[in-house]
């Protein structure tokens, strides 16, 4: 195994590890604390959310941050590094894997963002006033802000999945194929939300 092919795995391998790490926590968040949310009332979520939140938060942004950067680390070693950028016999662009991941990188791109600018900060904000039990005016804006770019990422995450599993697995991009994935990625995340209240509720 030659000093490339050592790099491009370890970057492949850390940002699959960082990767689950994020996605898992995404939908943690979004299809088992957001039913166990809905049953806590103000006392217990004084005690549950400042105890869990930034726990679990510092998982996913920062599983976020590693899997954006190990990816463009991935994306820049194999293409500038190896190959020729963007177009070229060995381009970014010049092949279907290229393509597909690329789709896929830059739906990670926007999570990523929506992650660190806005889930994040508006969290920090949320947790504090819970934790001091307080209840601003402004503090039911940032809880239905946080819970709707939050239940985007969880959208976005099929198709983009998609893409990266599409990368190596699938020899062909199209319009059809990726406004497919699109779809058919939103609408297994829609049944998802559908069963996520009911799933698991009782313990038989």
């Known amino acids: 195994m030659d000093a490339h092919t050592l790099t491009l795995f370890v970057l492949?391998?850390?940002h699959f590890i960082a990767g689950i790490t994020w996605i898992g926590h995404l939908y943690f968040f979004n299809f088992v604390n957001l039913q166990v949310g809905k049953a806590l009332d103000a006392p217990t979520k004084k005690i549950v959310v400042p105890t869990l939140m930034p726990r679990a938060l510092w998982w996913f942004r920062w599983g976020a941050m590693i899997t954006f950067l190990s990816g463009l680390t991935y994306l820049y070693y194999k293409y500038w590094v190896m190959g020729t950028g963007w177009s070229g016999e060995a381009g970014l662009m010049s092949s279907t894997a290229g393509q597909w991941i690329s789709w896929g990188g830059l739906l990670g791109t926007i999570m990523w963002f929506n992650v660190w600018m806005i889930i994040w900060p508006n969290q920090k904000r949320i947790i504090r006033w819970i934790k001091a039990g307080e209840n601003p005016p402004e503090m039911a804006g940032q809880v239905k802000l946080a819970a709707k770019v939050s239940r985007l990422n969880t959208y976005?995450?099929?198709?983009?999945?998609?893409?990266?599993?599409?990368s190596s697995h699938l020899p062909v991009m199209s319009p059809l194929w990726v406004i497919?994935?699109?779809?058919?990625?939103?609408?297994i995340v829609w049944c998802l939300y559908q069963i996520s209240p009911k799933t698991g509720a009782n313990f038989a």
């Open 12 to 14: 492949r391998w850390i």
């Open 156 to 166: 976005i995450s099929a198709p983009m999945l998609f893409a990266m599993g599409a």
């Open 180 to 187: 497919g994935s699109v779809l058919v990625g939103f609408g």
